[in-house]
């Protein structure tokens, strides 16, 4: 019984974000931020350099050293931006000085080695 009590609680996530004003839930802004960076990510979506720096800009605004971006993907006939450059440029410049960059390696229960998930031609 505690367990299912436990789980009604974990799935009842429109009570875990409330707003300060007047208590109404975020779940729709929260699924908006995710539904705008698969859109913003998705294969084939490229920005022009305006646009990649209007994203880059505006979300490190606040952000006050100098910005590093990123090459383009595409170069000619105009240089464009891949979505998922974006969120690099936005990633790597909040990384602090002095820290590793982030990685997706990490210690878990099942080894893996690299090789094994290489495909041989």
């Given at each position: 019984?505690?367990?299912?009590?436990?789980?009604?609680?974990?799935?009842?996530?429109?009570?875990?974000?409330?707003?300060?004003?007047?208590?109404?839930?975020?779940?729709?802004?929260?699924?908006?931020?995710?539904?705008?960076?698969?859109?913003?990510?998705?294969?084939?979506?490229?920005?022009?350099?305006?646009?990649?720096?209007?994203l880059?800009?505006?979300?490190?605004?606040?952000?006050?050293?100098?910005?590093?971006?990123?090459?383009?993907?595409?170069?000619?006939?105009?240089?464009?931006?891949?979505?998922?450059?974006?969120?690099?440029?936005?990633?790597?410049?909040?990384?602090?000085?002095g820290?590793?960059?982030?990685?997706?390696?990490?210690?878990?229960?099942?080894?893996?080695?690299?090789?094994?998930?290489?495909?041989?031609?």
């Amino acid at each position: 019984m505690k367990l299912f009590i436990f789980l009604l609680f974990v799935v009842n996530v429109c009570s875990h974000y409330l707003t300060p004003k007047d208590g109404t839930p975020l779940a729709g802004l929260i699924q908006d931020h995710i539904v705008a960076a698969v859109k913003m990510t998705i294969r084939g979506r490229f920005f022009t350099k305006t646009d990649y720096e209007q994203l880059v800009f505006f979300a490190l605004s606040n952000y006050c050293k100098k910005i590093v971006t990123e090459p383009p993907t595409i170069i000619k006939p105009y240089p464009l931006w891949a979505g998922k450059q974006v969120i690099s440029t936005v990633v790597t410049n909040l990384v602090p000085e002095g820290k590793s960059p982030l990685t997706f390696i990490s210690n878990g229960k099942i080894k893996a080695d690299v090789r094994d998930f290489i495909i041989s031609l």
